[in-house]
């Protein structure tokens, strides 16, 4: 059974942390309707939701994605790389709980779960304003007892390493050539963003279909040309927070 643990958007989300983005309004009822209807898509694709509730004083807190690493055997709790953020994890610690062994990362360690991308046994950390060095020696050190790999990636001009690139497929990836050298992930096979879509490499995929926003159709078009089956869903107002569709969920099998 999938799992996928969201929260609900914060009504003070306009008070987000921003990196690479200028201020927006954020119209907090759409964004919350957006949300569920993001909801809905996991659960339309075979997710048991479990919703957590809005933190108020926490403004980033719907992107739960950020605040741990759930793997088959252990989940890593983060330690968010804005200091805003890291009261976000310990209620996350309590819902994963009933699932797996939580170990934390500890400072001087930095990493946003945004920043790790995982492709079958081997973890990329993306070495961004939120993930450092010591954070992926303590992951691989956590790591090694079940054969994983820890690597870091140098990104550049984006917020997390899964703003550059992600997973569509079991072999194939959508990237963003510009925020990240695509030949550090070996001979995967890559699907370049439109040129016009810089923000588009972020997508999430469950089983066979990724879940991907509605704000970027050229790219869009660009995976269905490659076979990837798309459930596209609006979180236009999630995306002026900084946000994007892994990072409002965290996805696991039971």
Not at 208 to 223: C, G, W
Not at 235 to 245: P, R, T, Y
Request: hydrophobic share 45%; charged share 15%.
């Amino acid at each position: 059974m999938l799992i996928a643990i969201t929260r609900e958007v914060s009504p003070n989300i306009s008070q987000c942390e921003l990196t690479h983005l200028d201020r927006q309004p954020i119209d907090l009822a759409l964004a919350q309707a957006q949300h569920h209807q993001y909801e809905a898509a996991l659960e339309a694709l075979g997710c048991q939701l479990v919703r957590l509730p809005a933190e108020p004083t926490l403004p980033d807190s719907v992107f739960v994605e950020d605040t741990a690493i759930v793997l088959d055997e252990i989940a890593l709790l983060t330690r968010p790389g804005a200091d805003s953020r890291q009261a976000e994890t310990a209620s996350i610690a309590q819902a994963l709980a009933p699932y797996r062994t939580v170990q934390p990362i500890v400072a001087p360690g930095i990493v946003d779960g945004g920043d790790v991308l995982r492709i079958g046994k081997r973890l990329y950390v993306g070495l961004s304003s939120r993930s450092n060095e010591a954070a992926v020696a303590q992951m691989a050190d956590l790591l090694r007892p079940f054969d994983y790999s820890v690597q870091g990636v140098q990104v550049h001009g984006c917020l997390h390493l899964k703003s550059a690139v992600t997973q569509v497929s079991p072999t194939m990836l959508l990237v963003n050539p510009v925020w990240v050298d695509a030949g550090l992930f070996g001979d995967i096979q890559v699907i370049e963003v439109d040129s016009e879509e810089p923000h588009a490499a972020n997508a999430l995929l469950i089983g066979d279909t990724v879940v991907y926003p509605t704000s970027y159709p050229y790219t869009a078009q660009r995976l269905a040309q490659y076979g990837i089956q798309v459930q596209r869903v609006d979180v236009g107002e999630l995306i002026k927070a900084e946000g994007a569709v892994t990072c409002c969920s965290l996805v696991f099998t039971q």
